[in-house]
């Protein structure tokens, strides 16, 4: 086990209000302890650590300049809020972060009214922030009282249309309202697009106009890496209003840059803008993501995600792999379809590494789009791809596909164009939770006209639909696929087309009809063995597609059959209601078909394992078990071998 950290400061911290009688000297060497006592508890619980070392000063100072929960401080997809939880009242605790019962890895309104607006997709903060300064206008009620809302947001955030959105509704408004602009120059992958160039071109001697000379020790001089790598001006380019900012010109007042591991410059500043703000106001911030932690710093990602790790070396304590996971088998089977097509090409949403697309980027880079943390945009390019005569796989996790789902419907699906949809993270995704649990995509997916729905049973099924969506042109076509590893089964060395629209019977049995969706596959097949040495052998099937069904499979296993079970990792709506309407359409319930559709439930499931959240959703390979008992309305039967 690993010695914790020694911190005589952080010890004397209950809440935040504990820091108000601490110097700016003893704030300074409160963030050292903080930012050690951060490192410490993710080595133990793993999870997102670059992002929290990064604002370690920041958060100090903002808890000890504001009176939090009375002020409102909200963290831009808040998987930097580690050190925001430590020091509210959280810290016996923080080494359960994403455990099951334990602490989430975002804010969450639930867990503390130091978390006023729950987060975990990014670019709402500043809307959220905007709601809670009107709401104190309008005299809203709120158990904590109204005082200042602030929004924290990091420029890769800050790329997305929503951000700019809220700003633009913000300025017209002109209602007290800080944002502190964190400018890491890195999300998870570098940040992409013209905002990036623009706060590029900022310089850092530029003045703080008013707020510069009350901010003592806030110069616009910043310290290397920050002069050279980004050198950062405050005035508009060329064409635009002379003396403007693009911040200014949406209505909000700008001050920064300024260096946010320096106390001396934080404290200050934020002091002023306390006190004499009036309207919007930026504070442009600028930090070091994995700051303070060498493996971290060092590392491509800056230890955006991390597992269980040793703090003196930073190596991670992974488990031994026995099957590839499904990500990569999508960017290798991507790569060879790519290879026999040119018109190939992917597009991701600030996730070229998540969804395996980085290695299809280093061999076409020409054809390899990222767009930046902005979905809606990247399925609309998509869609303009397509329409344009080229093959677009847009690869998106399943929970931020659903940020894209109105272009999904309009740009794509009406115009039937052939925009390629590889799912990534659907079905419960453990330690991430509810908020990154791909939960809705076969509903919303499976819903509309002429698209195509399939899920991968296993590492080979994926590789064949891969194949299948690079040789379909009739209209969209989407595959879905969970985090993790396979299960192992042999790998064809290349994918094969699949006949649209036509499953397999995997085991032939009697009685009891087992139709899976998805990687549930493997349970059901799991289930039939335990339920064989009980004297009931049931049929299992591989639906492959939830749209278009197969029909004479689905009419197949109803008529032979007394009962038939669909199962799938996704919410009420999906395969299962596709399955019902059809037996329904068809009559067959007449017949006294016994039905069941195993889903998830009808409940946001919290953060654990996730053999645990199945265990929660009633998915496991014993719950299937128990489906069949049910259904055909008998109780356990002992073990034959017993």
């Not at 911030?285 to 060498?294: L, N």
């Not at 290695?359 to 930046?372: I, K, M, N, Q, T």
């Amino acid at each position: 086990m690993q010695d914790t950290p020694k911190t005589p400061l952080l010890d004397r911290v209950n809440t935040p209000a504990d820091m108000k009688r601490f110097s700016d000297g003893e704030l300074t060497q409160l963030a050292h302890e903080l930012r050690q006592e951060t490192i410490s508890a993710v080595s133990v619980t793993g999870g997102h650590l670059g992002a929290g070392l990064g604002v370690v000063e920041l958060t100090v100072a903002l808890h000890a300049v504001f009176d939090a929960p009375r002020d409102k401080i909200i963290w831009d997809v808040s998987h930097q809020s580690y050190p925001h939880k430590i020091l509210t009242g959280r810290r016996d605790r923080i080494r359960t972060l994403r455990m099951k019962d334990g602490l989430s890895g975002f804010t969450k309104r639930s867990e503390s009214p130091y978390d006023p607006f729950g987060a975990a997709h990014s670019s709402t903060s500043i809307s959220a922030a905007l709601g809670f300064a009107v709401a104190r206008d309008l005299g809203g009620a709120c158990d904590t009282g109204h005082g200042d809302a602030i929004a924290v947001i990091g420029d890769g955030s800050m790329s997305a249309g929503m951000a700019f959105e809220a700003m633009n509704n913000a300025g017209h408004l002109k209602k007290r309202l800080i944002v502190i602009l964190n400018d890491n120059e890195m999300s998870i992958a570098p940040p992409v697009g013209a905002l990036s160039n623009y706060l590029s071109r900022l310089y850092a001697e530029a003045p703080f106009q008013d707020l510069k000379a009350a901010a003592k020790g806030a110069i616009g001089f910043l310290p290397e890496p920050f002069r050279e790598g980004a050198k950062r001006a405050k005035e508009m380019l060329k064409g635009m209003a002379v003396g403007g900012t693009l911040f200014e010109e949406l209505g909000f007042s700008y001050v920064g840059p300024i260096d946010g591991h320096d106390m001396d410059q934080l404290l200050p500043v934020l002091r002023t803008v306390r006190q004499r703000a009036t309207g919007p106001i930026l504070i442009h911030v600028m930090t070091k993501k994995g700051k303070g932690y060498a493996p971290a710093e060092a590392a491509d990602d800056k230890g955006h995600a991390t597992g269980k790790f040793n703090v003196i070396t930073g190596e991670q304590k992974k488990a031994p792999t026995n099957a590839p996971s499904y990500t990569s088998v999508f960017s290798d089977a991507l790569l060879q379809v790519a290879a026999d097509d040119p018109q190939v090409c992917a597009v991701t949403a600030a996730m070229p590494d998540g969804t395996g697309l980085s290695l299809f980027a280093e061999r076409y880079p020409s054809r390899c789009f990222d767009v930046g943390i902005a979905e809606q945009h990247g399925v609309t390019f998509a869609a303009g791809l397509a329409a344009g005569g080229m093959k677009p796989f847009c690869a998106m996790y399943s929970t931020f596909l659903q940020r894209g789902y109105d272009q999904v419907v309009h740009d794509v699906a009406i115009q039937r164009l052939p925009v390629r949809f590889a799912i990534d993270r659907a079905g419960l995704v453990g330690a991430d939770g509810a908020t990154h649990a791909g939960s809705f995509d076969i509903a919303f997916m499976a819903n509309l006209p002429g698209m195509v729905v399939m899920a991968a049973a296993d590492e080979a099924e994926l590789k064949h639909m891969v194949a299948t969506a690079a040789a379909y042109d009739d209209g969209p076509i989407a595959f879905r696929y969970p985090r993790g590893e396979g299960t192992g089964v042999d790998m064809p060395e290349r994918g094969e087309v699949l006949e649209i629209g036509k499953g397999r019977i995997v085991a032939e049995g009697a009685r009891v009809a087992i139709l899976s969706f998805g990687t549930r596959l493997s349970h059901s097949i799991e289930a039939r063995e335990a339920l064989m040495a009980k004297g009931i052998t049931p049929t299992v099937a591989d639906a492959r597609f939830a749209k278009p069904l197969d029909e004479d499979l689905i009419l197949s296993l109803a008529r032979d059959h007394e009962a038939l079970i669909t199962i799938e990792e996704g919410a009420i709506g999906g395969f299962g209601s596709h399955v019902a309407q059809l037996l329904a359409e068809k009559g067959v319930f007449d017949t006294g078909l016994k039905f069941r559709s195993m889903v998830l439930p009808d409940i946001f499931i919290d953060q654990a394992s996730p053999e645990d959240m199945y265990a929660v959703a009633k998915l496991s390979a014993a719950d299937i078990e128990a489906k069949v008992f049910e259904v055909l309305n008998v109780t356990a039967i002992a073990d034959k071998r017993a």
